[in-house]
């Protein structure tokens, strides 16, 4: 048996779009879609990897992002060209802190907005909790305590989904692995099927068939690792 070696496999904007318009019935094989068309199918695709940040926590747009602590400042904003210059987190994930000449990752509490401004006043120290906030393509993270000189020669690791990257040329292909096509041409297909007039009947099928991708393609996006369960002996 041959093979072809080959374990990677791309799609580029327009022919996610074209296949997509396939599915509805709207374009026959080997038939091109005109420029309208192709630019409508261009914004719904886009907008439908903006949905797709809301359905978990997938492993491949994990991102570390290591930064030090600025002295008596608490308060960052996170984006591109922002402060912490780097893609936003859609979620924060986990934090912590390694100490300078220390060996030690020292865990950071992420916590919710309500809890974090009931924390205390303090002189500055290293930081042990954080908290953040999502806005438009940008965030704000804080620190507590504030930081002080001790704080300024530690670093803070920050591991947090970052946004999907869209679509601006015709030639781009997918941030997502290749078991995402079939979820993403699906999607689209049902954006796009009431403006191509498909009828409520038909986009319900393609509604079910596109759950099914849609089911097998988030399995693949959970990390492995074995579960472990002990005894609660307190009483």
Same mark, same amino acid.
């Given at each position: 048996?041959?093979?072809?070696?080959?374990?990677?496999?791309?799609?580029?904007?327009?022919?996610?779009?074209?296949?997509?318009?396939? #599915?509805?019935?709207?374009?026959?094989?080997?038939?091109?879609?005109?420029?309208?068309?192709?630019?409508?199918?261009?914004?719904?695709?886009?907008?439908?990897?903006?949905?797709?940040?809301?359905?978990?926590?997938?492993?491949?747009?994990?991102?570390?992002?290591?930064?030090?602590? @600025?002295?008596?400042?608490?308060?960052?904003?996170?984006?591109?060209?922002?402060?912490?210059?780097?893609?936003?987190?859609?979620?924060?994930?986990?934090?912590?802190?390694?100490?300078?000449?220390?060996?030690? #990752?020292?865990?950071?509490?992420? #916590?919710?907005?309500?809890?974090?401004?009931? +924390?205390?006043?303090?002189?500055?120290?290293?930081? +042990?909790?954080?908290?953040? @906030?999502?806005?438009?393509?940008?965030? @704000?993270?804080?620190?507590?305590?504030?930081?002080?000189?001790?704080?300024?020669?530690?670093?803070?690791? +920050?591991?947090?989904?970052?946004?999907?990257?869209?679509?601006?040329?015709? @030639?781009?292909?997918?941030?997502?692995?290749?078991?995402?096509?079939?979820?993403?041409?699906?999607?689209?297909?049902?954006?796009?099927?009431?403006?191509?007039?498909?009828?409520?009947?038909?986009?319900?099928?393609? #509604?079910?068939?596109?759950?099914?991708?849609?089911?097998?393609?988030?399995?693949?996006?959970?990390?492995?690792?074995?579960?472990?369960?002990?005894?609660?002996?307190?009483?």
């Amino acid at each position: 048996m041959t093979t072809s070696g080959i374990s990677s496999y791309q799609l580029t904007r327009d022919e996610i779009i074209t296949a997509s318009v396939r #599915k509805l019935g709207a374009v026959a094989r080997g038939q091109t879609l005109d420029t309208d068309d192709i630019t409508t199918g261009a914004q719904a695709l886009n907008t439908l990897l903006a949905s797709y940040r809301t359905i978990g926590m997938p492993l491949w747009a994990r991102k570390e992002y290591p930064f030090s602590p @600025t002295l008596n400042t608490s308060s960052y904003t996170i984006g591109s060209g922002q402060t912490l210059d780097t893609p936003y987190p859609v979620h924060l994930l986990e934090a912590f802190r390694v100490d300078s000449g220390g060996l030690t #990752k020292i865990p950071i509490d992420i #916590k919710a907005s309500v809890d974090f401004n009931q +924390l205390p006043l303090t002189p500055g120290g290293p930081p +042990l909790i954080l908290n953040y @906030t999502p806005q438009i393509n940008v965030g @704000t993270l804080k620190l507590w305590p504030t930081p002080d000189s001790s704080a300024t020669t530690s670093t803070v690791t +920050l591991i947090y989904q970052r946004p999907f990257e869209y679509f601006t040329v015709s @030639t781009d292909t997918m941030d997502m692995p290749e078991e995402w096509y079939n979820p993403v041409i699906y999607g689209l297909a049902v954006l796009l099927a009431p403006e191509w007039g498909i009828s409520l009947m038909d986009r319900r099928e393609l #509604k079910e068939e596109l759950k099914t991708y849609l089911d097998m393609a988030m399995q693949t996006g959970v990390e492995d690792g074995p579960f472990s369960f002990s005894p609660n002996r307190q009483r």
